[in-house]
């Protein structure tokens, strides 16, 4: 390995090792052959709806030392029966989220009211932090996936037609056209 082939791997070691450092206590960081993993380190005991099971969820991180560049893209893996069915899933989900699970399991108290036992909330936007600000720390920049890209232009052509709407509504109503 020449020498600038092992700076750009000390370069995305050292990013790791920061992000390392950085996580919380339920959350572990694994290598990958362009990067490496974020991901909550016990699943998601998903018990909504007719379907029980586990999730589990990745921010992975591809790393371009060359450009000092990265990218994160979710991933999401869902193992599961359909307590209806009884039928056993496994389902996914890769690209960019924003999301929070939640799920709280309540028992019966002395008094016979609901006491809660146990909340467990996983978010994705603690993988992304976890990587975001030691990045900027050392350096890199995050490149957006095609799919953020692709919602941030949406939502800003929503959000111009509804600003439109509004406008056109608003010199209706002034004029008495409207009605």
Same mark, same amino acid.
């Given at each position: 390995?020449?020498?600038?082939?092992?700076?750009?791997?000390?370069?995305?070691?050292?990013?790791?090792? !920061?992000?390392? @450092?950085?996580? &919380?206590?339920?959350?572990?960081? =694994?290598?990958? /052959?362009?990067? $490496?993993?974020? #991901?909550?380190?016990?699943?998601?005991?998903?018990?909504?709806?007719?379907?029980?099971?586990?999730?589990?969820?990745? !921010?992975?991180? @591809?790393?371009? &030392?060359?450009?000092?560049?990265? =990218?994160?893209? /979710?991933?999401? $893996?869902?193992? #599961?029966?359909?307590?209806?069915?009884?039928?056993?899933?496994?389902?996914?989900?890769?690209?960019?989220?924003?999301?929070?699970?939640?799920?709280?399991?309540?028992?019966?108290?002395?008094?016979?009211?609901?006491?809660?036992?146990?909340?467990?909330?996983?978010?994705?936007?603690?993988?992304?932090?976890?990587?975001?600000?030691?990045?900027?720390?050392?350096?890199?920049?995050?490149?957006?996936?095609?799919?953020?890209?692709?919602?941030?232009?949406?939502?800003?052509?929503?959000?111009?037609?509804?600003?439109?709407?509004?406008?056109?509504?608003?010199?209706?109503?002034?004029?008495?056209?409207?009605?």
């Amino acid at each position: 390995m020449d020498r600038d082939e092992r700076d750009e791997v000390d370069l995305v070691a050292e990013l790791r090792e !920061a992000v390392e @450092r950085r996580v &919380p206590d339920d959350v572990m960081v =694994r290598e990958t /052959d362009d990067g $490496f993993a974020v #991901g909550f380190r016990h699943p998601f005991e998903d018990r909504i709806g007719s379907t029980q099971g586990q999730v589990r969820s990745w !921010a992975m991180v @591809r790393c371009d &030392p060359a450009t000092m560049t990265l =990218r994160i893209e /979710d991933m999401r $893996f869902s193992a #599961g029966t359909d307590r209806l069915t009884g039928k056993v899933g496994v389902a996914g989900f890769r690209g960019r989220e924003n999301a929070v699970r939640s799920v709280a399991v309540y028992a019966p108290g002395p008094d016979g009211e609901p006491v809660l036992v146990e909340r467990q909330v996983q978010r994705t936007s603690t993988l992304h932090g976890a990587v975001r600000g030691p990045a900027a720390e050392l350096g890199w920049h995050e490149k957006q996936p095609l799919s953020a890209t692709v919602g941030k232009v949406v939502g800003a052509i929503a959000g111009a037609g509804a600003l439109l709407t509004l406008v056109v509504l608003g010199v209706l109503a002034l004029t008495g056209r409207l009605g």
